[in-house]
């Protein structure tokens, strides 16, 4: 059977793709490494233009050589004033203003039709707004650090998040429904960790916040000495529930060679095997399970770019 096939340029760029049945695509690249052309296996092309900052400014599509450019996409950026909440604590705030960059991005898709998508973010490149053909998607507020506070969806769904010491999240707030007094019901999802920043368990609620019964789906995380993780357990976080493991192992340089799932105890003897073979560079080859899966071999060249799959 024939297999893929990619060559690359001196620098790395990847230069052609050839697929199993020998469709060749090619790619050419301005002095910033950037694709300014792609040769499709038809003979068409997709052309894209940048600014003087390296930032996509237009993309074509081009039939042939010597046919017409017809343009797909535009783009452009501008700073714009904005208003905006910065929080202290999970429902705590103060209202700011600044000037951030907006990119409006027009997608073509007739003549008569756009696709006009606009992203607001600020100075330290966080997302405050994206909307599309002007209603707004989604937008996200941040606490004094710059870590997210809050995200709300197009319908005004909103996402709170809580973090400990670590700076790391440990408490996930999604809405779950409207109570009749209009007070939203949160599902809450926790997180632990330990002194390597590991999450060790997480733990959501799955029912109401407001119920009496409380059921929860948890995940715990087991790791080694060198942070590896080593055992996932899913379970309802009850004694006798049941429970999903699934176990990793390592070589002695910390590369994973097989994983066993499908167990429901760590002593279980059901379960499936996969393993991964590697080269004596570390790339994956090939990749089995007890199924009788075979992923087939990969092989590579110098710089550890995937060449072909046989």
């Given at each position: 059977s024939h297999g893929s096939l990619t060559t690359y340029y001196p620098d790395g760029n990847k230069k052609s793709e050839t697929d199993a049945e020998g469709?060749?695509?090619?790619?050419?690249?301005?002095?910033?490494?950037?694709?300014?052309?792609k040769t499709n296996p038809d003979g068409t092309m997709n052309l894209t233009a940048y600014d003087g900052l390296q930032r996509e400014k237009a993309t074509y599509f081009l039939g042939s050589e010597?046919?017409?450019?017809?343009?797909?996409?535009?783009?452009?950026?501008?700073?714009?004033?904005?208003?905006?909440?910065?929080?202290?604590?999970?429902?705590?705030?103060?209202?700011?203003?600044?000037?951030?960059?907006?990119?409006?991005?027009?997608?073509?898709?007739?003549?008569?039709?756009?696709?006009?998508?606009?992203?607001?973010?600020?100075?330290?490149?966080?997302t405050i707004y994206e909307k599309t053909n002007g209603e707004t998607k989604r937008t996200s507020a941040y606490y004094a650090n710059g870590q997210l506070a809050r995200q709300t969806d197009a319908l005004g769904n909103i996402t709170k998040y809580e973090y400990g010491y670590l700076n790391k999240v440990t408490k996930t707030?999604?809405?779950?429904?409207?109570?009749?007094?209009?007070?939203?019901?949160?599902?809450?999802?926790?997180?632990?960790?330990?002194?390597?920043?590991?999450v060790t368990l997480a733990k959501q609620t799955v029912q109401k916040q407001d119920s009496d019964t409380v059921k929860y789906s948890?995940?715990?995380?087991?790791?080694?000495?060198?942070?590896?993780?080593?055992?996932?357990?899913?379970?309802?976080?009850?004694?006798?529930?049941?429970?999903?493991i699934t176990k990793y192992f390592y070589n002695n340089a910390g590369i994973q060679t097989k994983m066993y799932t499908g167990l429901n105890s760590t002593n279980d003897s059901d379960?499936?095997?996969?393993?991964?073979?590697?080269?004596?560079?570390?790339?994956?080859?090939?990749?089995?399970?007890?199924?009788?899966?075979?992923?087939?071999?990969?092989?590579?060249?110098?710089?550890?770019?995937?060449?072909?799959?046989t």
């Open positions: 469709n060749i695509t090619s790619y050419v690249y301005d002095a910033y490494g950037q694709v300014i052309k010597n046919g017409t450019k017809q343009i797909l996409t535009k783009t452009s950026y501008e700073f714009a004033g904005y208003n905006f909440d910065i929080y202290s604590a999970l429902d705590t705030s103060a209202s700011h203003s600044c000037k951030g960059l907006k990119t409006t991005k027009t997608t073509y898709i007739t003549e008569n039709k756009q696709v006009i998508s606009e992203t607001l973010t600020d100075i330290k490149e966080h707030y999604t809405p779950f429904n409207t109570k009749s007094n209009g007070s939203v019901n949160y599902s809450v999802t926790e997180n632990q960790y330990d002194k390597n920043g590991n948890v995940t715990e995380n087991q790791y080694n000495a060198q942070g590896l993780l080593t055992q996932v357990t899913l379970s309802d976080g009850t004694s006798n529930g049941e429970k999903n379960y499936m095997t996969t393993n991964y073979e590697y080269d004596a560079w570390g790339h994956l080859v090939r990749t089995t399970d007890s199924t009788g899966y075979n992923s087939g071999a990969t092989t590579y060249d110098l710089n550890g770019n995937a060449l072909t799959v």
